[in-house]
């Protein structure tokens, strides 16, 4: 066992990087140093801006600050332009030399676009297009939409969202469009197994979405997308997944499009002392519990520097997904490349936090349910009839609110704000208006406090 308190240096500022430090402050407490290199002031997940559009909240970003205060790491705000792994030192953009005794690379990728002449959904940053793209459907110019998942996508699931959401969307603002998912999986989101893909399908066929499999999107051309086999699919305007890259770092070895490859237990390879997790590595599913799990899976192996003693976990990914569908939000869960029988379907939690971004560390942590507590696996619920769940969770969900109404009239904002996280966890976002609310609650709270 080492003496001497490591320093542990992690470069990126999403997901996996705050996973990570979250992961290795319950490891080996304060027996490491940690700081954090990152260019961006806010952790934002991104997987929550997709139902912004259709009257969803995303939470707040929450400042990078209050994570290294709540942490005791430091942060400098700079970026990771190349690793000397024999000295141990990390070169940042600004053209300091950070050492390390274990450096994390978590610095995600790029989004670009996969389709030239569509719509590029990379996120929150193009809801204002999809927002318009909403208004011009209903207001009759655009009478048919195409959602395409281009043959280089492995996680699909915010495109199947954007088809769902957008046909509930429109059929509530009675405009007459036509809406199609392009995709070239063989079935609808048929990494989660047979029976969340066929629940998936029937999501689809009910909110009136056409799905068209096995299809290799090729290019837009007038009037139509193209297809590899010679098809082309009427339509006015395509709405497509981005393309990932991940820039050139100097001294780590990298793969087509940037890409790092590392071990199971997300070492680097030929690079001692260096890991890697999340959308940066070789791991073809993107996705923000993805990468929280090879962050614990590199925080293990870190933390066995500090005290051999402790197991490392090696990469064994379980694919959890939460799916917004304009009503219920859907959970699906199943083991990658596992036995399909080890896959489930439900509207109810199938984990607890129910959170979006399902991080072991990290969902507990936003949830604020202390920093000792673990993302639990839960069981499916047997005999569940959707649309009676469906139904169930309406009513839940508008009881929470209406109680939270009424304190919030009687000035009990503790516990309006209390009725909140209720829904926040039954919807796993808030409608737009409740989240305007909670800030003015939280507001007249904290003044109510300052006042005794």
């Known amino acids: 066992m080492e003496d001497k308190q490591l320093k542990i240096v992690i470069a990126g500022g999403g997901v996996a990087a705050v996973e990570a430090m979250l992961?290795?402050?319950q490891l080996v407490a304060t027996r490491v140093e940690l700081e954090?290199?990152?260019?961006?002031?806010?952790?934002?997940?991104?997987?929550?801006?997709?139902?912004e559009p259709f009257g969803i909240a995303a939470p707040p970003a929450i400042p990078i600050a209050d994570v290294c205060g709540d942490l005791d790491a430091t942060h400098r705000r700079d970026a990771l332009q190349g690793v000397d792994a024999g000295a141990r030192t990390?070169?940042?953009?600004?053209?300091?030399?950070?050492?390390?005794?274990?450096l994390?690379?978590?610095?995600?990728?790029?989004?670009?676009?996969?389709?030239?002449?569509?719509?590029?959904?990379?996120?929150?940053?193009?809801?204002?297009?999809?927002?318009?793209?909403?208004?011009?459907?209903e207001e009759g110019t655009v009478r048919h939409i195409?959602?395409?998942?281009?043959?280089?996508?492995?996680?699909?699931?915010?495109?199947?969202?954007l088809s769902l959401l957008t046909a509930t969307e429109l059929r509530k603002r009675q405009a007459d469009t036509q809406v199609a998912l392009v995709t070239h999986e063989s079935s609808p989101l048929g990494l989660f197994g047979t029976r969340a893909s066929r629940s998936v399908g029937d999501l689809l066929h009910d909110a009136g979405v056409e799905l068209v499999t096995q299809a290799r999107a090729a290019g837009i051309q007038a009037g139509g997308l193209a297809l590899n086999d010679g098809r082309i699919l009427p339509t006015d305007r395509v709405v497509a997944s981005p393309r990932l890259t991940v820039p050139e770092i100097g001294?780590?070895?990298?793969?087509?499009?940037?890409?790092?490859?590392?071990?199971?237990?997300?070492?680097?390879?030929?690079?001692?002392?260096?890991?890697?997790?999340?959308?940066?590595?070789?791991f073809p599913i993107k996705q923000g519990g993805m990468a929280a799990q090879q962050a614990d899976v590199a925080a293990s192996a870190i933390a066995a520097l500090v005290n051999p003693d402790l197991d490392v976990e090696r990469f064994q990914p379980t694919l959890r997904g939460v799916l917004f569908t304009g009503g219920a939000p859907h959970y699906l869960r199943a083991e990658v490349g596992g036995r399909r029988t080890t896959s489930a379907e439900s509207t109810a939690a199938l984990w607890w936090p129910?959170?979006?971004?399902?991080?072991?560390?990290?969902?507990?942590?936003?949830?604020?349910?202390?920093?000792?507590?673990?993302?639990?696996?839960?069981?499916?619920?047997?005999?569940?009839?959707p649309e009676e769940s469906e139904e169930d969770q309406r009513e839940a969900l508008g009881l929470a609110l209406a109680a939270a109404d009424a304190d919030a009239h009687w000035r009990d904002y503790a516990a309006a704000l209390r009725w909140l996280?209720?829904?926040?966890?039954?919807?796993?976002?808030?409608?737009?208006?409740?989240a305007e609310k909670r800030r003015d609650w939280e507001a007249a709270a904290g003044r109510a406090a300052s006042r005794r």
């Open 354 to 385: 129910p959170a979006k971004v399902a991080g072991r560390h990290l969902a507990p942590y936003l949830a604020r349910s202390g920093m000792e507590v673990s993302l639990e696996d839960l069981e499916p619920l047997h005999g569940e009839v």
């Open 146 to 161: 195409t959602f395409a998942i281009p043959t280089s996508i492995q996680w699909p699931l915010p495109i199947y969202e």
């Open 36 to 51: 954090l290199i990152a260019p961006n002031e806010e952790l934002v997940l991104p997987a929550l801006g997709v139902a």
């Open 90 to 102: 990390a070169r940042t953009q600004s053209g300091a030399d950070v050492p390390f005794d274990a």
């Open 104 to 137: 994390l690379i978590a610095i995600g990728a790029f989004a670009e676009p996969a389709l030239p002449g569509a719509l590029t959904y990379r996120g929150r940053r193009d809801n204002d297009a999809m927002s318009a793209l909403l208004l011009a459907a």
């Open 421 to 434: 996280d209720i829904a926040q966890n039954l919807n796993i976002g808030l409608p737009t208006e409740y």
């Open 23 to 25: 992961a290795l402050r």
């Open 251 to 282: 001294g780590v070895p990298q793969g087509p499009d940037g890409f790092i490859g590392t071990d199971l237990q997300m070492r680097v390879e030929g690079t001692p002392r260096v890991y890697a997790s999340g959308d940066a590595t070789w």
